[in-house]
């Protein structure tokens, strides 16, 4: 990736016997005593040992015969492609992830003075920005001088993955195909901008990759032609929202773009070859979701204010993550129009979930939206953290000279390229596209009736999910660290665990991904937190007679547990990856002539692959929070942010009880609070004072449940104490 990113070693394989001991480790939690037994029995079985070594072997002298094809390779890279394009439903809320960037101050600032733009300022400032900065990125990446990420400034990461981050994206099957293809056009130059279902694009590279426009300013103008044209156009017409055909399933996708391919006008098959290519999307969406708090104060209804908050993060959670859905049942404005009522109208028209996304609301709100395949989320958190730091610099870069750069400052755009606004020019490597041009479909009653049924299907789709947020100020990461001595993700797995247990009275296979780009061509491995010793730890706050200094040990003894699967898997020794290879190897090689060897046909198979929880850390100052969908029907899906002082959380479910398992959540933080502190004599005091708090918990002790809080209250449900047995 870069001309000083250092030689990784290769993923290494893990031993056998090792991989088998660490998941008879991790499932065993989730069983009874008889099936721990049963499990044992199959995996140490001398049928499952014998088809499992040969299954090792053979993976072996693929990754051997694999380092010497293509040295900057891992043994599970393919697997783990094959296992995002065989996918076959739809990519939304099953794949795509969303991060949210903090606002940008300097934008709100500036447009409360300047106001070139009307109502769209906002909008253009915040997008002019970070497109800018963008482009900045994708220049380092190609002229390879983007810097090699580290851990702790020291330990070098693997930098594959940026090849695959800008021009990609994810083709449907085509003819005869079994499996979607990741696309990468690497001489792409142009970017898509969607504004109301529709599609403009326009070069911001030059042929030597450097960034055309170099300020924001030079931007500006094309994203208001834009906005102004798509108002203007959606007026008096319905536009072809043809993004919302990346929403189907794989099958339904590949069946509408062999459809376009095979018409004897080119022009569909044409503007779909142009989004493929561009660098990334923007997506311009025309709506504004206030989640200021300042702006909704209220002097005599807080509670309704603090309502309406949360219902806002929430839509722009989802209009991040998959897109709203808004019918237009009524001419509520009584504004006069052509077009039909009940109609669709929301940002899920605004979208092409096969790319790259940058998503802009109408009053600056941002984030981006990925595709999976290709990129994990610790690539999109650099981009993100890059982009940011780099918006926000170039303001204070024109206040003072004395301001370090994100990115290298070599010499940029060669102002004698011709810019040139004809596509077909003989010369067109050396032209440039520099006004946005609008693509035009060719919109027969098959395709009109196909964006229908897709937009009626990702508006059910939408329609099953809920989203909450959390932002956790009474304490974040450095609290947990300094009074609680916890790792601050192991503490904060620890308090999904005990809020599930809450209101399921039962522990569920949960996930949380450890990062393996110490090794070349890495990807990620599962952190499996349900342990005995975080069983332990959660069940001791539910039961009468065990002391609040018990409780701490098991708490210490848990995130020390954690902490150390999470090195594990860090190092490349955990054992979901290895197994899901074997289980590659064993269906694509010895499928006729082996069984499905006994550990595959195990019910504690299916239990490890069942991830009722599925979270995810991604702590950075940049991000205001993240999300994706829960990963099965029952499931949950948790993205956290740990701050210094801090934890923002984003919870999704298919309709099962989000709001409530979002409270125990934040009770539970507290519970582990008030624990500590009736340990002590000097009530520690938070982010804000808990003082009173204590006075009252003093007053009010039981001194045989050691003062039972609200807190713990809100946890038992109104019940007493309870301890219920585990089975799974």
Same mark, same amino acid.
């Given at each position: 990736?870069? /001309?000083?990113?250092?030689?990784?070693?290769?993923?290494?394989?893990? *031993?056998?016997?090792?991989?088998?001991?660490?998941?008879?480790?991790?499932?065993? &939690?989730?069983?009874?005593? /008889?099936?721990?037994?049963? !499990?044992?029995?199959?995996?140490?079985?001398? $049928?499952?040992?014998?088809?499992?070594?040969?299954?090792?072997?053979?993976?072996?002298?693929? %990754?051997?015969?694999?380092?010497?094809?293509? *040295?900057?390779?891992?043994?599970?890279?393919?697997?783990?492609?094959?296992?995002?394009?065989?996918?076959?439903?739809?990519?939304?809320?099953?794949?795509?992830?969303?991060?949210?960037?903090?606002?940008?101050?300097?934008?709100?600032?500036?447009?409360?003075?300047?106001?070139?733009?009307?109502?769209? +300022?906002?909008?253009?400032?915040?997008?002019?920005?970070?497109?800018?900065?963008? #482009?900045?990125?994708?220049?380092?990446?190609?002229?390879?001088?983007?810097? &090699?990420?580290?851990?702790?400034?020291?330990?070098?990461?693997?930098?594959?993955?940026?090849?695959?981050?800008?021009?990609?994206?994810?083709?449907? *099957?085509? &003819?005869?195909?079994?499996?979607?293809?990741?696309? +990468?056009?690497?001489?792409?130059?142009?970017?898509?901008?969607?504004?109301?279902?529709?599609?403009?694009?326009?070069?911001?590279?030059?042929?030597?990759?450097? *960034?055309?426009?170099?300020?924001?300013?030079?931007?500006?103008?094309?994203?208001?032609?834009?906005?102004? @044209?798509?108002?203007?156009?959606?007026?008096?017409?319905?536009?072809?929202?043809?993004?919302?055909?990346?929403?189907?399933?794989?099958?339904?996708?590949?069946?509408?773009? %062999?459809?376009?391919?095979?018409?004897?006008?080119?022009?569909?098959?044409?503007? #779909?070859?142009?989004?493929?290519?561009?660098?990334?999307?923007?997506?311009?969406?025309?709506?504004?979701?206030?989640?200021?708090?300042?702006?909704?104060?209220?002097?005599?209804?807080?509670?309704?204010?603090?309502?309406?908050?949360?219902?806002?993060?929430?839509?722009?959670?989802?209009?991040?993550?998959?897109?709203?859905?808004?019918?237009?049942?009524?001419?509520?404005?009584?504004?006069?129009?052509?077009?039909?009522?009940?109609?669709?109208?929301?940002?899920?028209?605004?979208?092409?979930?096969?790319?790259?996304?940058?998503? =802009?609301?109408?009053?600056? /709100?941002?984030?981006?939206?990925? $595709?999976?395949?290709?990129?994990?989320?610790? +690539?999109?958190?650099?981009?993100?953290? @890059?982009?940011?730091?780099?918006?926000?610099?170039?303001?204070?870069?024109? =206040?003072?000279?004395?301001?370090?750069?994100?990115?290298?400052?070599?010499?940029?755009?060669?102002?004698?390229?011709?810019?040139?606004?004809?596509?077909?020019?003989?010369?067109?490597?050396?032209?440039?596209? !520099?006004?946005?041009?609008?693509?035009?479909?060719?919109?027969?009653?098959?395709?009109?009736?196909?964006?229908?049924?897709?937009? !009626?299907?990702?508006?059910?789709?939408?329609?099953?999910?809920?989203?909450?947020?959390?932002?956790?100020?009474?304490?974040?990461?450095?609290?947990?660290?300094?009074?609680?001595?916890?790792?601050? @993700?192991?503490?904060?797995?620890?308090?999904?665990? =005990?809020?599930?247990?809450?209101?399921?009275?039962?522990?569920?296979?949960?996930?949380?991904?450890?990062?393996?780009?110490?090794?070349?061509?890495?990807?990620?491995?599962?952190?499996?937190?349900? +342990?005995?010793?975080?069983?332990?730890?959660?069940?001791?706050?539910?039961?009468?007679?065990?002391? %609040?200094?018990?409780?701490?040990?098991?708490?210490?003894?848990?995130?020390?547990?954690?902490?150390?699967?999470?090195?594990?898997?860090?190092?490349?020794?955990?054992?979901?990856?290895?197994?899901?290879?074997?289980?590659?190897?064993?269906?694509?090689?010895?499928?006729?002539?082996?069984?499905?060897?006994?550990?595959?046909?195990?019910?504690?198979?299916?239990?490890?692959?069942?991830?009722?929880?599925?979270?995810?850390?991604?702590?950075?100052?940049?991000? /205001?929070?993240?999300?994706?969908?829960?990963?099965?029907?029952?499931?949950?899906?948790?993205?956290?942010?740990?701050?210094?002082?801090?934890?923002?959380?984003?919870?999704?479910?298919?309709?099962?009880?989000?709001?409530?398992?979002?409270?125990?959540? $934040?009770?539970?933080?507290?519970?582990?609070?008030?624990?500590?502190?009736?340990? !002590?004599?000097?009530?520690?005091?938070?982010?804000?004072?808990?003082?009173?708090?204590?006075?009252?918990?003093?007053?009010?002790?039981?001194?045989? $449940?050691?003062?039972?809080?609200?807190?713990?209250?809100?946890?038992?449900?109104?019940? @007493?104490?309870?301890?219920?047995?585990?089975?799974?």
């Amino acid at each position: 990736m870069t /001309k000083e990113t250092p030689k990784l070693k290769r993923l290494p394989i893990p *031993p056998l016997e090792d991989t088998l001991n660490r998941f008879i480790s991790c499932v065993e &939690p989730l069983q009874d005593e /008889k099936q721990r037994i049963k !499990t044992r029995q199959k995996v140490f079985s001398a $049928e499952n040992l014998d088809s499992m070594q040969q299954l090792q072997e053979k993976l072996i002298e693929y %990754d051997e015969q694999l380092a010497k094809e293509n *040295p900057i390779s891992s043994y599970i890279e393919q697997f783990w492609y094959d296992s995002y394009l065989f996918y076959d439903q739809s990519v939304v809320l099953n794949v795509n992830p969303s991060f949210q960037l903090q606002d940008d101050p300097m934008v709100n600032s500036l447009t409360c003075n300047i106001d070139t733009y009307g109502e769209y +300022t906002l909008q253009i400032k915040r997008t002019s920005k970070l497109v800018v900065s963008i #482009l900045k990125f994708i220049k380092d990446i190609r002229q390879d001088n983007l810097r &090699p990420d580290k851990i702790r400034g020291k330990i070098p990461l693997s930098m594959d993955q940026y090849d695959k981050l800008f021009g990609s994206s994810r083709i449907p *099957p085509g &003819p005869g195909e079994e499996t979607c293809h990741l696309q +990468t056009d690497k001489t792409s130059h142009h970017v898509m901008v969607m504004y109301k279902g529709q599609f403009y694009w326009f070069d911001v590279l030059d042929i030597d990759n450097n *960034p055309i426009f170099n300020s924001p300013e030079e931007l500006e103008w094309n994203l208001y032609s834009i906005l102004i @044209d798509g108002d203007n156009e959606n007026r008096t017409n319905i536009s072809a929202p043809v993004g919302i055909f990346t929403t189907e399933s794989r099958r339904v996708w590949s069946n509408i773009r %062999d459809y376009i391919q095979n018409s004897e006008d080119v022009t569909n098959w044409k503007n #779909l070859r142009i989004i493929d290519s561009a660098l990334f999307v923007i997506c311009l969406d025309d709506i504004i979701i206030d989640t200021d708090k300042s702006n909704n104060q209220s002097n005599f209804d807080s509670t309704k204010n603090t309502e309406r908050e949360k219902e806002e993060e929430s839509k722009l959670v989802k209009s991040m993550l998959c897109g709203t859905s808004d019918i237009d049942f009524e001419n509520k404005d009584n504004v006069r129009t052509s077009l039909p009522l009940g109609i669709q109208k929301g940002t899920c028209l605004n979208r092409w979930y096969d790319k790259l996304q940058l998503i =802009i609301t109408r009053n600056g /709100k941002a984030g981006i939206n990925f $595709e999976h395949t290709g990129i994990d989320g610790h +690539t999109v958190l650099r981009l993100v953290t @890059d982009i940011y730091t780099d918006s926000i610099l170039n303001f204070a870069s024109e =206040i003072t000279k004395d301001i370090p750069s994100v990115f290298n400052l070599s010499k940029s755009f060669n102002e004698k390229v011709k810019v040139s606004n004809n596509i077909n020019d003989s010369n067109s490597m050396a032209n440039l596209i !520099t006004i946005p041009r609008k693509l035009e479909w060719k919109i027969d009653s098959f395709l009109k009736s196909s964006l229908h049924f897709a937009e !009626t299907r990702v508006s059910d789709l939408i329609s099953q999910y809920e989203f909450v947020n959390l932002d956790f100020n009474e304490y974040g990461g450095h609290w947990i660290k300094k009074v609680f001595k916890c790792s601050p @993700d192991a503490f904060t797995q620890q308090i999904f665990q =005990i809020a599930f247990y809450a209101l399921y009275g039962k522990f569920e296979t949960t996930y949380e991904p450890a990062m393996t780009k110490t090794f070349q061509n890495g990807r990620t491995e599962a952190i499996r937190t349900v +342990t005995f010793e975080s069983q332990k730890f959660v069940k001791s706050l539910f039961e009468r007679n065990v002391t %609040d200094e018990k409780r701490i040990e098991y708490l210490h003894e848990a995130c020390s547990k954690h902490s150390a699967i999470t090195k594990e898997c860090s190092l490349g020794l955990g054992h979901d990856r290895h197994l899901y290879a074997l289980y590659c190897i064993w269906r694509e090689s010895f499928q006729e002539k082996m069984d499905l060897p006994p550990l595959f046909k195990d019910g504690s198979w299916s239990i490890m692959n069942n991830n009722t929880l599925s979270t995810s850390n991604c702590g950075n100052p940049c991000l /205001k929070n993240f999300g994706f969908g829960p990963v099965v029907p029952n499931g949950f899906g948790i993205g956290y942010v740990i701050r210094d002082n801090s934890i923002s959380i984003v919870v999704s479910s298919k309709h099962k009880q989000t709001k409530r398992f979002v409270a125990l959540i $934040e009770k539970s933080f507290v519970e582990v609070l008030h624990m500590f502190q009736r340990t !002590t004599s000097t009530a520690p005091k938070t982010n804000q004072d808990s003082e009173q708090y204590m006075v009252e918990l003093r007053s009010t002790g039981d001194s045989q $449940e050691q003062g039972r809080s609200k807190a713990l209250s809100y946890l038992l449900g109104g019940y @007493d104490y309870f301890d219920v047995s585990i089975t799974g």
